[in-house]
């Protein structure tokens, strides 16, 4: 029998053969930041953006594993709000040599300070800076492909409320 192989995105923007015996499942959850048409990103160390969040641990609620990822990696408390949008991928994560089978939910959250840090983070030496980017002039190469899709799609949702 032949494994099957899939074409996963990898942290530096490129896709990367993977065989279904080296796939992992993730479930991750994401804060979608917005204040005057920005959202609030980490760029990385690959000079890209992401959203702040990520992996559920073993016995974590959903709501508990977001709380957690923005204290860890914006270093602030959040109060989440509905969820956004929702998608899946296969990833490579180039640095670490894994990939996985990501299923993705990104809520709205609302930081209840603004004090943003990312010096706990587990990630931090990877992070470059907590910035806002702009809604409105969103340049495709800044982000990974399904980042930026996604982020359409967080756009197309909140202008239709």
């Known amino acids: 029998m032949t ?4 074409s996963a995105e990898t ?13 992992l499942q993730r479930v991750g959850v ?9 959202v609030l990103m980490l ?4 000079g890209r953006y992401y959203f702040p969040g990520g992996g559920i641990e073993a016995t974590e609620s959903l709501e508990e594993a977001l709380k957690r990822e923005v204290r860890e990696e914006l270093g602030v408390e959040v109060e989440i709000g ?5 998608d899946n991928l296969i990833y490579y ?3 670490f040599d894994y990939a996985a089978h990501c299923v993705r939910l990104f809520y709205a959250c609302y930081p209840l ?3 943003f840090n990312y010096e706990n983070a587990e990630e931090a030496n990877d992070f470059q800076a907590i910035e806002w980017v702009d809604l409105q002039d969103m340049n495709p190469s800044k982000f990974l492909p399904s980042v930026y899709h996604a982020l359409n799609a967080i756009k197309k949702r909140i202008k239709e409320r």
């Not at 994401?30 to 920005?38: M, S, W």
């Not at 760029?43 to 690959?46: C, E």
């Open 3 to 6: 494994e099957q192989i899939f």
């Open 11 to 23: 942290y530096y923007g490129k896709t990367k053969p993977v065989t279904l015996n080296t796939r």
């Open 30 to 38: 994401y804060a979608i930041i917005i204040e005057d048409a920005c």
């Open 43 to 46: 760029k990385m160390s690959n």
């Open 82 to 86: 509905t969820l956004l949008y929702a």
């Open 93 to 95: 994560h180039d640095p």
């Open 113 to 115: 300070t603004r004090n």
